[in-house]
T-cell receptor, first 118, second 115 residues
Framework: NAGVTQTPKFRILKIGQSMTLQCTQD?????MYWYRQDPGMGLKLIYY???????DKGEVPNGYNVSRSTTEDFPLRLELAAPSQTSVYFC?????????????????FGSGTRLTVV | AQSVTQLDSQVPVFEEAPVELRCNYS??????LFWYVQYPNQGLQLLLK??????LVKGINGFEAEFNKSQTSFHLRKPSVHISDTAEYFC?????????????FGTGTRLQVTL
């Protein structure tokens, strides 16, 4: 059971380039999330999804896009990379349970993607 | 809107000493509270959670936390730390408003355990 898998682990992008951060989970979790982590700032929610075909913005969505065509995959796309997007990106998933009690199981996090935009 | 404040950005402590990492939250509704640990170059791992019931919650690795509604706090404690506890610790809150259980994280506390 792999849990949440993120690829790549590291990437350097030039300003204006685009890329997709991949995230896949094998736990049949309905809910998936993308966070970015910056030093001293904690984790900020970028986008989230409650199921295939349903996505919504989080706290810091500008400059990013997501899609959720399957339960397993939740890729994050950067269209025009900017230095402000230099960060560590974490994907997470959770199971909603019943009655909205998804957090009974907590989040499962991937190991992160360290992105540098130069 | 909900928010989390972790009052200490860094906490140095000697091995085998007790430690308390402080967390205060703000929310207009009932909340669920969590502590996560992040070891260097790794993702976040759930330490413990408060959902309901007993206000004293025990987690993995000997950590525990106490939910105090009147103080809006959820401080993390361990009676005797080990070198291997050196990591960053994040407090998080969710009010479960809406359909997605979104977590709001604090800025983290770096626990540095030395001999």
């Amino acid at each position: 059971n792999a849990g949440v898998t993120q690829t790549p682990k590291f990437r350097i992008l030039k300003i204006g380039q685009s890329m997709t951060l991949q995230c896949t989970q094998d736990m049949n979790h309905n809910y998936m999330y993308w966070y970015r982590q910056d030093p001293g700032m904690g984790l900020k929610l970028i986008y989230y999804s409650v199921g295939a075909g349903i996505t919504d913005k989080g706290e810091v969505p500008n400059g990013y896009n997501v899609s959720r065509s399957t339960t397993e995959d939740f890729p994050l796309r950067l269209e025009l990379a900017a230095p402000s997007q230099t960060s560590v990106y974490f994907c997470a998933s959770s199971y909603p349970g019943s009655g909205g009690q998804g957090l009974n199981y907590g989040y499962t996090f991937g190991s992160g993607t360290r992105l540098t935009v130069v | 809107a909900q928010s989390v404040t972790q009052l200490d950005s860094q906490v140095p402590v000697f091995e085998e000493a007790p430690v308390e990492l402080r967390c205060n939250y703000s929310s207009s509704v009932s909340v669920y509270l969590f502590w996560y640990v992040q070891y260097p170059n790794q993702g976040l791992q759930l330490l413990l959670k408060y959902l309901s019931g007993s206000t004293l919650v025990k987690g993995i690795n000997g950590f525990e936390a106490e939910f105090n509604k009147s103080q809006t706090s959820f401080h993390l404690r361990k009676p005797s730390v080990h070198i291997s506890d050196t990591a960053e610790y994040f407090c998080a809150v969710s009010d479960l408003v809406g359909t997605a259980s979104k977590l709001t994280f604090g800025t983290g506390t770096r626990l540095q355990v030395t001999l």
